[in-house]
């Protein structure tokens, strides 16, 4: 709601103050599609896709494991002595705490991994950003989201960013 409302003030005021409004050059960006179709967002999701394949791997091989050791368990459940059974059962659910916690801490490294891709390559396109809107001449870059109702699509400059963006990532790696 507040954004909303700041967005309208802001409107308002550019709309009242005509020398300012026909001396304004903006211009939005589609931050998701710059995200998601730039070579440095493309890259980003094949390390991120590379790491959840990888972990993904570890954590089937071991429920596999643990599934024999609970097949075997049942199977040889009654020949068992009390304390043999007993033993085998804490070693399972040690087993499935141990897989539980992989598990936690394999989505905790991919999500974080994936913050800082996405934060590195936010930090790259917002200063490409601020570079072009300097070399051409724009007052406002916004980005395009739910708060932005209409933009006409003559002032979309994300192919323009995605290129600046995309020569930048060849150059630097970022």
Not at 117 to 146: A, M, P, S, W
């Amino acid at each position: 709601m507040r954004r909303f409302l700041l967005t309208s003030i802001f409107v308002f005021c550019i709309a009242t103050n005509s020398a300012f409004a026909t001396d304004a050059k903006y211009g939005y960006l589609d931050m998701q599609r710059a995200m998601q179709t730039s070579e440095a967002g493309k890259e980003a999701k094949e390390q991120l896709a590379a790491r959840y394949t990888s972990y993904q791997k570890e954590i089937n091989a071991k429920q596999e494991d643990l599934q024999k050791l609970i097949d075997e368990f049942e199977k040889q459940g009654m020949l068992l002595s009390e304390s043999a059974r007993y033993t085998k059962d804490i070693d399972i659910q040690q087993r499935i705490k141990e897989l539980q916690r992989f598990t936690k801490d394999a989505q905790d490294d991919v999500l974080a991994k994936d913050k800082e891709l996405t934060d590195r390559i936010f930090e790259g396109l917002v200063k490409i950003v601020q570079v072009f809107c300097h070399k051409n001449g724009y007052t406002f870059i916004f980005v395009k989201n739910e708060s932005l109702v209409f933009a006409d699509d003559k002032v979309d400059v994300t192919d323009e960013i995605l290129k600046l963006l995309d020569a930048n990532h060849k150059n630097t790696g970022l």
